[in-house]
C-alpha cells in the first residue's frame, strides 16, 4: 500500500469515528452546548468527504482533525453525573475573551476540562517550551482558578478537574494539584460526591414538583392513551422511565420548604383539577413540607431579570424564595431556568420532567 493509499484509508477510518460521535451525542441533546459541537463535527466530517471524494488527501488534513479530542471530550461527558452544560462560557476579569468550560457537571459545581494531547507535548509546554501565544495546562489551570473565583454555583466555589487522555509526569500533577486543580483519566476517574448533595439540608418544592409527585400518572396509572396528546406523551415516558423514584432519591434526607405562594398555586390547581388519588397524597406530601412567607424583595442574582413569556411573576417569586434562603429548587421548569440563564443569571436547581395531573383525564381516555 503506497502512502497515498494509507492517507485515504486514514481519512475514511476519520470519518467512520466522526460518525460514531455525532451518534454518541444524540444522548446528550438537551444538553446546551452540544448543538455546537455536533455542527463542528458535522462541517469536520463534510470537509473529509470532500477530500476524499476529489482525490486531495493530504497528511494535514488527518492530522489537525478534532476528532480525537471529540472522543476524549464524549467518552468523558460519559463518565460524568448531572451535566449542565457543554462548552459554557465565564466571564474573566484578566482579559477579554470568556473561559470556555468543556464540561460543568455535578449540576454545576464541577468544572472538567479535557486534555487530548500527547504526554510530551503537555509537559513541555508546562515547562515553558511552547511557541508564543500557546497557552499549557498551568495557564489554563489560572483560567479556570480565576473564573471559579468569579462565578459561584449554589453558593460555593466549583471543583476543578483536568481530565487527561495520557498519563502525565507527577511532578505536573502535584503542580495542577498544588493550586486547586484535581487531576483524572478514564482510567482513574476522579470521586464525586451524590450528585444531588448540596451545602444545605433544605429544598426548596416549586409547584410542579408537587404536582408530579402526586401525579396519578407517577403513581402506577401511567398505562393509558389520553385525549390530549401532551398527556400521552408524558405517560409514555413515565413508563419508559419511572419519575417517582427520581424524585424521592432528590428529597430523600432533605428538610422539605416551600413558600407560601407556592402552596396556594398547588392547592388551587389540586381543586380544579385533582383527581381523589391524587388529593389524598397531597395530602400525605405536604406534611412533610413547612410553608414560609414568600419574600418581600427579589434577591440579588434575580434584580435584574425581566418578564417574558417563559418568566412570569409566580415563578420569579417561587424561585427567589429558593434563592433567599440559597438552597436549590426542585422544579420542571425549564423554561424559567433555560430564560434566566440567557440573561445572566444561574439558578441553583434539580430539574426533572414535567408531569400534570392525570386521574380527572382517566375517564376521557383509554387504558393499554
Known amino acids: 500500500m503506497d502512502e497515498q493509499e494509507k ?33 463542528k463535527i458535522q462541517q469536520e466530517l463534510k470537509f473529509l468527504n470532500k477530500v476524499i471524494s476529489t482525490q486531495s488527501v493530504r497528511d494535514h488534513h488527518i492530522t489537525s482533525s478534532n476528532f480525537v479530542y471529540y472522543e476524549f471530550l464524549i467518552k468523558t461527558l460519559q463518565t460524568q453525573q448531572g451535566v449542565v452544560d457543554i462548552n459554557a462560557v465565564f466571564r474573566l476579569e484578566s482579559r477579554d475573551s470568556p473561559l470556555r468550560v468543556d464540561i460543568v457537571a455535578n449540576n454545576g459545581l464541577k468544572w472538567v476540562k479535557v486534555i487530548a494531547r500527547n ?18 495546562v498551568i495557564d489554563q489551570a489560572e483560567d479556570y482558578l480565576e473564573a471559579s473565583m468569579l462565578h459561584f454555583c449554589m453558593f460555593q ?63 402506577g ?16 415516558r413515565e413508563r419508559a422511565s419511572p419519575l417517582k423514584p427520581q424524585l424521592e432519591k432528590i428529597l430523600q434526607g432533605k428538610r422539605l420548604v416551600c413558600c407560601q405562594l407556592a402552596y396556594d ?45 417563559n418568566v412570569n411573576e409566580r415563578s420569579l417569586k417561587i424561585f427567589s424564595f429558593g434563592m ?23 439558578v441553583p436547581v434539580f430539574v426533572h420532567a414535567s408531569v400534570a395531573l392525570t386521574e380527572g383525564k382517566q375517564a376521557a381516555g383509554k387504558p393499554l
Not at 430564560?339 to 443569571?345: E, L, W
Request: proline share 4%.
Open 221 to 236: 396509572h401511567s398505562h393509558w392513551v389520553f385525549k390530549e396528546p401532551l398527556l400521552t406523551e408524558q405517560a409514555e
Open 324 to 346: 433567599a434562603r440559597q438552597i436549590f429548587t426542585v422544579t420542571s421548569n425549564k423554561a424559567f431556568v433555560r430564560s434566566a440563564k440567557m440573561q445572566g443569571t444561574n
Open 157 to 219: 466555589r466549583p471543583k476543578i478537574v483536568f481530565y487527561f487522555s495520557n498519563k502525565i509526569e507527577d511532578s505536573l500533577h502535584e503542580e495542577l494539584l498544588e493550586m486547586g486543580v484535581q487531576t483524572a483519566s478514564l482510567e482513574a476517574p476522579d470521586s464525586d460526591e451524590d450528585q444531588y448533595a448540596t451545602a444545605s439540608n433544605e429544598l426548596n418544592v416549586d409547584v410542579t414538583t408537587m404536582l408530579a409527585y402526586v401525579s396519578a400518572l407517577t403513581n
Open 119 to 136: 504526554s510530551k507535548s503537555v509537559e513541555d509546554a508546562a515547562k515553558g517550551c511552547v511557541s508564543i501565544g500557546a497557552r499549557s
Open 265 to 309: 398555586a398547588f392547592q388551587n390547581i389540586l381543586t380544579i383539577v385533582g383527581g381523589p388519588g391524587e388529593r389524598e397524597r397531597a395530602a400525605d406530601f405536604l406534611k412533610r413540607i413547612t410553608v414560609y412567607p414568600d419574600v418581600e424583595k427579589i434577591p440579588e442574582e434575580f434584580s435584574t431579570i425581566r418578564f417574558t413569556a
Open 7 to 39: 492517507l485515504y484509508e486514514e481519512a475514511q477510518k476519520k470519518v467512520v469515528l466522526g460518525e460514531k460521535l455525532k451518534q454518541a451525542l444524540v444522548d446528550f441533546e438537551d444538553l446546551p452546548g452540544v448543538s455546537k459541537v455536533q455542527r
